[in-house]
């Protein structure tokens, strides 16, 4: 069970945190960010994907970017996997994520602007 509120400075906080997370998953932004939530996606933890992802992004600041799920992408050795989605149009598709890589893809690629090699899937 959840933890009573107690003061309106607890619920303030609550509501702004809540308003934080439906704000990253509603319309699209500058950049978007898809975890591709097929059946062998969801099978291989993309619905953790999301989770690091909201965290992730919530947690570094990042207002520019958008949160959104999709079906197969056809590429179910790779998965779970995430596309991300540039104001230009560039595609980066990262595969075989894991909260870890999560974090370093947001640290390095949406906050710092370097996309993460080491995870792109190479097609």
Sequence with gaps: MADKITSP???KALAAKAKA???LRDGRKETQVTVHMGTCGIAAGARDIVAAFMTELAGAGV???SLHQTG???LCEEEPMATITLPDGTLYRYGLLDRDKVKSIVQDHLVGGTPV???LIKT
């Design 117 to 119: 090699d080491a995870y």
């Design 21 to 23: 997370g439906i704000d």
């Design 63 to 65: 207002t520019t970017a």
């Design 72 to 74: 197969c992408a056809g």
């Design 9 to 11: 400075d607890q619920l």
